[in-house]
């Protein structure tokens, strides 16, 4: 991977998530493929039958049902007692997680970061879980320090998008600030923990984003089964990869050609390789086994998955890709 310094990283929110972004997800909201029972009284309209102003269905009057919700109508008509029943409304909490690992500063430059376009992803979506009225909280994980997760605090509101922007524009200047191969490296098991810290604190049901380039040396099956552990989410992993990663031919404009010691990002350790149409083959092989062995840990999880590149519009992508696949609508 290419890791280069950004031209220009997000300092606003209008840089983050620019105003003509805003109007066109306005009409969006964030959907499930599941059904959950909220704490709160929500925006979510549910398969589920409770109180709400909605009309469902009738079913016969069963002793210490409420007598309010008889309907005489029915009773003058039938001459049986006839209970309405009423669609609930369910509260959806949605919970992005984002890595911030050093693999994730691939790229730059003339494209677009991992690291940038998953805190702009993250953004998009948070922005139309806030103004549908939805619980949003965000996590970063992969940055260095003791703490496995960096938490943002269940939101609710379109006023609470500048608190969940000033959060993702501070993760991003950290990320800067460890800008270079092995800044941030992430140890064995650091995303099974990030999983498990998430797992652990996460309260209530809810739509589960993980945006990440996958890129995990250990503990990737173990820490997805800690996302969903528990049941009770509805859970999607937009893997993310720069252009050059994949399509490594792309890179010889940039100096990936001939004899070079190309260093891995999260653990530092080096490897002498001279480029070919040889080797660049064989990594998009091995490129193209662990995207297979990402998809299989995620479908067998009930995961959804999502490869997508770094220079992708975010915009596009959410109004097409994800409106196709049921994340939003």
């Known amino acids: 991977m290419l890791i280069r310094p950004e031209r220009h990283l997000p300092r606003t929110i209008d840089e983050l998530l620019g105003p003509g972004l805003a109007r066109r997800l306005d009409r969006l909201d964030v959907l499930s493929r599941k059904v959950f029972a909220g704490r709160l009284p929500g925006e979510r309209r549910s398969k589920r039958r409770g109180e709400s102003v909605e009309f469902d269905d009738y079913r016969d009057y069963s002793p210490g049902d409420d007598l309010r919700r008889i309907d005489w109508n029915v009773f ?6 006839s209970v309405k ?19 994730m500063l691939a790229g730059g430059g003339d494209e677009p970061s991992k690291i940038v376009f998953a805190h702009r992803m993250a953004m998009a979506l948070a922005y139309i879980g806030l103004v549908n009225q939805n619980r949003v909280s965000v996590s970063v994980f992969g940055h260095s320090g003791a703490d496995p997760l960096r938490r943002l605090a269940s939101l609710r509101g379109r006023v609470q998008t500048s608190r969940v922007a000033r959060f993702l524009l501070e993760s991003l200047a950290d990320a800067e ?58 859970a999607t992993l937009i893997q993310t990869l720069a252009p050059t990663e994949i399509a490594p031919e792309r890179g010889v404009g940039a ?18 390789v001279t480029m070919s149409a040889g080797v660049i083959r064989r990594y998009k092989q091995r490129l193209d086994a662990h995207v297979e062995r990402v998809q299989r840990a995620c479908n067998s999880r009930g995961i959804g998955h999502l490869l997508v590149p770094s220079d992708s519009d975010v915009g596009d992508l959410v109004l097409s890709q994800l409106r ?3 994340i939003v609508g």
Do not use: K, N, Q, W
């Open 85 to 103: 029943l009423f669609r609930a409304e369910e509260d959806l909490g949605l919970h992005l997680l984002l890595d911030c690992s050093a693999s």
């Open 255 to 272: 100096g990936l050609v001939g004899d070079l010691r190309l260093t891995d990002a999260e653990t530092g350790r080096g490897v002498e």
């Open 324 to 326: 196709r696949r049921g």
């Open 177 to 234: 600030a460890g800008l270079g191969p092995g800044a941030v490296e992430r140890g064995r098991g650091d995303f099974e923990r990030a999983m498990r810290a998430f797992g652990l604190s996460r309260s209530g049901s809810g739509v589960v984003i993980l945006l990440s380039d996958a890129l995990i040396p250990d503990g990737l099956e173990a820490g997805l089964s800690y996302l969903v552990g528990g049941g009770g989410v509805d």
């Open 76 to 81: 003058a008509r039938f001459d049986r007692f």
